[in-house]
């Protein structure tokens, strides 16, 4: 078993194949955190638990140092708490005590601590699940109101984290519309610096996950602690860092206009947030991290279909007979999934009106969607469709029929982005309404695919209707409303598959992950910004869900000219997709474009579920280069692309990774066959020549 528990000391260890977890109850009852790095395999080498320090001093114990493993609000603690309540006689104080401990085997062994309120009839269950050969452990906590008299929680992280003493360097993704999950890195110095999303959505401009590392960290070495978050609204990870150095992350559903009421015999469960240590730089954080997500987390496995989406192309024009061509000659490409994209239904002519309206327009497809997805099917692929269903359109029939049915503040204008509102989905009503309308849209057709979008921000977040201690409730009830209905599609439509999308890449996280096999990565697809904004997204999410496009220039964000097979190679770094107007491709293209996606089906499974490792960085220079290596380590794919050719500089040596030395591979950059340590040690060579240029290099063991 891999949780150890040393029931002297009351302390217990969560063994990884590599890291050990530590933590256990100090004299006064409170969980503290002890240990997280490279194994220690006996329990009793965990480190002992910093004895509480005398509280009339200002130099007592109050900030990240003390280290409590769910720090709550009360007593002498200054840092950030992972709780705040406040009690039905209007005490605002919560004091945590260890109470029990329960371990259950299974796929993920678990462990449940215990904790309780000394005076009131909270309980906390703190859950560490542990992913053993991944060395990640996935936290959670479920709060209990075991008492009669409601309690208002004002904020309920999921977990904190702790690094060793002087581990400042922070990692994190940050970006915008278009440019998301770019790559920061930054020494902390004393304070608090805040990752977080207000927006009701996960948001472009930061995504939940971080890094800290002692300065020292490389791609390829140096220790690395590392976590993610599994929700999709308004999300915090806060890194507190103490003037000794000490660091603590907490990090879960934002506290920001948050509360709860948790009334008698009522739980609360946080989402979860997982998190990670280890010795192999930010490349093995990463790795780590896709091979939880692969192997735990997606709702399918196998390689996904190559696809083709229409947005690009037809933009809202869509008609019948020319999406037909488009599905011609998709199908003549070798693309297995036809997805059509906004503008099929209601009056949907533009983005002014009918989003709300599911039903199709009949303008657009003149005998309904059946005719047009047998055409599809009958040329060999699977149908998708493109749906939005937290909106409306002010200009839509669902807007005039339920007015009341979106967030709004009655004495303020409903603020329209994108001339749109946001439905409330914590109201009931209206999740049984969207599930009877997307459901129908199911069954009655043969849709094997749903692109889930969101394409604004909340604003007015307003519940009118609920009583006043319940209305800051919508920020979770509207991503628990959309879990809901994602959940209760899968179990009625299991062979349907989604995709996560929010104005491009705004809704991308570990929580989405668990129904959405892929995401839409950003509405940018110009082939050399994607590579900024891929390498960011690989830092956390693994290249299967990540849906890349080839995409024409000068399209819906912008794009560069660029050949056909670097924007091929940009795009078969992750699950490909073709999003170009395939009417206006000439001959030529078409039979490169085939090639390339015959080729991408015959490789698809190292990068689809192999290892990845970021050899060059676009950051770094004009070189790229992006290694995958299939599980057994037989096959390995690189792809190295160029964006410039200054002074005729040829391509630096690339060292390839995670080969077996001892073996003899082929690979098509080299005459003859060369060994895994050659390979890995002497590096390999690869020419190209002039501005976007690319290769793909395919090494097979012999
Ligand atoms: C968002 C998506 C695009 C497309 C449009 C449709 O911007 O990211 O891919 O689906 O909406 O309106």
């Known amino acids: 078993m891999p949780i150890l528990f040393d029931e002297e000391r009351c302390v217990w260890a969560l063994q990884g194949s590599v890291s050990t977890y530590g933590l256990g109850v100090d004299v006064e009852g409170c969980l503290r955190h002890l240990y997280h790095g490279a194994s220690l395999p006996r329990i009793e080498d965990l480190p002992a638990i910093d004895p509480p320090s005398p509280p009339q001093t200002f130099e007592s114990l109050g900030g990240p140092e003390v280290r409590y493993e769910y720090p709550a609000w009360g007593g002498m603690f200054y840092g950030e708490p992972c709780l705040k309540a406040t009690f039905s006689d209007g005490v605002r104080d919560a004091q945590l005590v260890y109470e029990g401990h329960r371990v259950s085997d299974g796929a993920a062994p678990e462990l449940a601590v215990d904790l309780r309120d000394t005076h009131y009839p909270l309980r906390v269950s703190l859950h560490y699940r542990l992913f053993e050969e991944q060395d990640i ?105 103490d003037a000794h150095g000490h660091v603590q992350v907490s990090g879960g559903i934002n506290d920001f206009d948050f509360s709860w009421r948790l009334d008698g015999g009522g739980e609360f469960t946080t989402p979860t947030f997982v998190g990670g240590h280890t010795r192999e730089g930010f490349g093995g954080a990463s790795r780590n991290l896709h091979r939880y997500v692969l192997d735990h987390l997606l709702p399918s496995k196998g390689p996904l279909p190559v696809l083709y989406n229409s947005w690009e192309a037809t933009y809202f024009d869509i008609n019948e007979e020319e999406q037909g061509k488009m599905a011609e000659k998709a199908a003549s490409l070798g ?108 069954s009655e057709h043969d849709i094997s695919f749903i692109k889930w979008d969101m394409n604004r921000p909340f604003s007015e977040p307003g519940w009118p209707q609920a009583p006043r201690d319940r209305q800051r409730e919508v920020w979770v009830r509207h991503v628990w409303g959309v879990y809901e209905l994602l959940e209760r599609l899968h179990k009625r439509h299991p062979r349907v598959a989604f995709e996560t999308c929010s104005g491009g890449g705004g809704r991308v996280d570990l929580g989405m992950f668990r129904f959405a096999d892929q995401a839409w990565v950003s509405d940018n697809t110009d082939p050399y910004d994607r590579l900024f904004i891929q390498e960011g997204f690989s830092i956390a999410y693994p290249a299967r869900t990540m849906m890349c496009w080839v995409a024409d220039p000068g399209k819906w964000v912008r794009g560069r000219e660029a050949p056909i097979t670097y924007r091929f190679h940009s795009s078969m770094m992750g699950s490909l997709g073709i999003g170009v107007n395939l009417t206006e491709w000439s001959e030529k293209e078409m039979g490169e474009a085939r090639e390339m996606v015959e080729k991408y089906k015959e490789v698809r499974d190292v990068i689809q579920e192999g290892d990845q490792y970021r050899l060059l960085s676009p950051r770094a220079g004009d070189t790229t280069a992006v290694q995958y290596v299939s599980r057994d380590r037989s096959r390995s794919l690189l792809f190295v692309l160029r964006s410039s050719h200054r002074f005729a500089d040829p391509v630096p040596t690339i060292y390839l990774r995670g080969l077996k030395p001892d073996c003899i591979y082929r690979t098509t950059a080299e005459v003859g066959k060369v060994s895994g340590a050659a390979l890995m040690r002497r590096g390999t060579k690869v020419s190209l020549d002039g501005e976007l240029s690319s290769t793909m290099v395919e090494i097979t063991e012999e």
């Open 137 to 241: 452990v996935e936290r959670y906590a479920v709060l209990k109101n075991e008492g009669e008299d409601p309690i208002m929680l004002e904020d309920v992280l999921t977990a904190a984290w702790y690094v060793p003493q002087g581990c400042g360097y922070l990692t994190h993704l940050a970006g915008r519309f278009a440019g998301e999950t770019q790559v920061y890195r930054e020494g902390i110095s004393p304070g608090k610096k805040v990752l977080e999303s207000r927006r009701g959505v996960t948001s472009h401009h930061a995504n939940p996950w971080f890094a800290l590392d002692r300065g020292n960290a490389t791609e390829d070495t140096g220790e690395v602690w590392f976590g993610a978050l599994a929700w999709s609204g308004n999300w915090k990870i806060a890194v507190d860092h």
């Open 335 to 442: 693309v297995e999934l036809f997805v059509v994209d906004d503008g099929w239904f209601g009056e949907r002519h533009d983005d002014r009106r009918g989003l709300g309206d599911w039903r199709v327009n009949r303008e657009t497809f003149s005998n309904g969607l059946k005719p047009f997805i047998e055409k599809v099917r009958s040329l060999g692929m699977d149908f998708g469709l493109w749906v939005e269903p937290e909106m409306v359109n002010p200009d839509s029939d669902l807007y005039r029929e339920h007015p009341d049915w979106i967030y709004r503040f009655p004495t303020r204008p409903n603020t329209e982005s994108r001339n749109q509102l946001v439905l409330n989905l914590a109201k009931v009503e209206v999740r049984n309404h969207l599930f009877g309308v997307l459901s129908g849209l199911l």
